[in-house]
T-cell receptor, first 110, second 113 residues
Framework: TQLLEQSPQFLSIQEGENLTVYCNSS?????LQWYRQEPGEGPVLLVT?????EVKKLKRLTFQFGDARKDSSLHITAAQPGDTGLYLC??????????FGTGTSLTVIP | DAGVIQSPRHEVTEMGQEVTLRCKPI?????LFWYRQTMMRGLELLIY????????DSGMPEDRFSAKMPNASFSTLKIQPSEPRDSAVYFC???????????FGQGTRLTVV
């Protein structure tokens, strides 16, 4: 098992605030994904990062892959209630297997 | 495409009974994963199939758990006998080699009483 630790585990913020979620591992991954999961549903892909140091933006969300391809961060600017959900990072190894992080439960209060 | 289809959505069973969870992956995908999600342990990879062959079952908790993939469009996860600690949401996901994304079903919420 290739363990990915996410922090914080829980986050409750006011609408309009900024936040950053971290995903760390001792393993190197060929790619890293961020998923968002809503209650009663399976995780849905937000973004995939492949190259060390890569930064991707998706509207108010900014994703960064660490230079060593072991860690990643997700930054949300001006959070909105619609951002509420469980955010999961996942590392893909060379065998095309996806290992998920421990998750960050985000609540954005209107 | 209808996406990954899992059945049943909910299952309540008594301890000691056999439970079978079913999954239909996305057509054309050659990788299939079974995951278990709990509050305590998060999303755990149980088993991974590639081209219908089990590649890694190191995440299967114990011999009570077994998984099969008789063809490219169907897989089952069986628990026999079930125990209360097996209560969780079980997800099936599929992908294609080289595609850096796993597509998830809606999950089966299993409750063992």
């Amino acid at each position: 098992t290739q363990l990915l630790e996410q922090s914080p585990q829980f986050l409750s913020i006011q609408e309009g605030e900024n936040l950053t979620v971290y995903c760390n591992s001792s393993s190197v991954f060929s790619s890293l994904q961020w998923y968002r999961q809503e209650p009663g549903e399976g995780p849905v892909l937000l973004v995939t990062v492949v190259t060390g140091g890569e930064v991707k933006k998706l509207k108010r969300l900014t994703f960064q892959f660490g230079d060593a391809r072991k860690d990643s961060s997700l930054h949300i600017t001006a959070a909105q209630p619609g951002d509420t959900g469980l955010y999961l990072c996942a590392g893909e190894n060379t065998g095309n297997q996806f290992y998920f992080g421990t998750g960050t439960s985000l609540t954005v209060i209107p | 495409d209808a996406g990954v289809i899992q059945s049943p959505r909910h299952e309540v069973t008594e301890m000691g009974q056999e439970v079978t969870l079913r999954c239909k992956p996305i057509s054309g995908h050659n990788s299939l994963f079974w995951y278990r999600q709990t509050m305590m342990r998060g999303l755990e990879l149980l088993i991974y199939f590639n081209n219908n062959v089990p590649i890694d079952d190191s995440g299967m908790p114990e011999d009570r758990f077994s998984a099969k993939m008789p063809n490219a469009s169907f897989s089952t996860l069986k628990i026999q006998p079930s125990e209360p600690r097996d209560s969780a949401v079980y997800f099936c996901a599929s992908s294609f080699t080289g595609l850096t994304e796993a597509f998830f079903g809606q999950g089966t919420r299993l409750t063992v009483v």
